[in-house]
Nanobody
Framework: QLQLVESGGGLVQPGGSLRLSCAAS????????IGWFRQAPGKGREGVSY????????YYTDSVKGRFTISRDNTKSTVYLQMNSLKPKDTAIYYC????????????????????WGQGTQVTVSS
């Protein structure tokens, strides 16, 4: 079965850093675009970042721009989300999702456009 597995979450102090990983099982990520989403307690799911399958173009929501970096290592079928200068408002369950075609504009952050989802990894930013 095709699976995405997130890892790297945990408890970190404000201003700290975490590196999330999204690893593919049963398929290679080379031909998929990947989006990172998050859902905070009592909040809806929010699109965070996106990386295309071709050129590797990246896109971020304004609230994380300059702090988060998405990248991919196709030799490992893994996508990363480097999170720096973390804030308590970043606390959420983070999910990665894969789609077979590149997305454009706001559609990058439309959950319904993605084909596969991971189970999520908890990120808690607190003193």
């Amino acid at each position: 079965q095709l699976q995405l597995v997130e890892s790297g979450g945990g408890l970190v102090q404000p201003g700290g850093s975490l590196r999330l990983s999204c690893a593919a099982s049963g398929f290679t990520l080379d031909y998929y675009a990947i989006g990172w989403f998050r859902q905070a307690p009592g909040k809806g799911r929010e699109g965070v970042s996106y990386i295309s399958s071709s050129v590797g173009s990246t896109y971020y929501t304004d609230s994380v721009k300059g702090r988060f970096t998405i990248s991919r290592d196709n030799t490992k079928s893994t996508v990363y989300l480097q999170m720096n200068s973390l804030k308590p408002k970043d606390t959420a369950i983070y999910y990665c999702a894969a789609v077979r075609s590149n997305l454009y504009g706001s559609m990058r952050f439309w959950s319904s456009r993605y084909d596969y989802w991971g189970q999520g990894t908890q990120v808690t930013v607190s003193s």
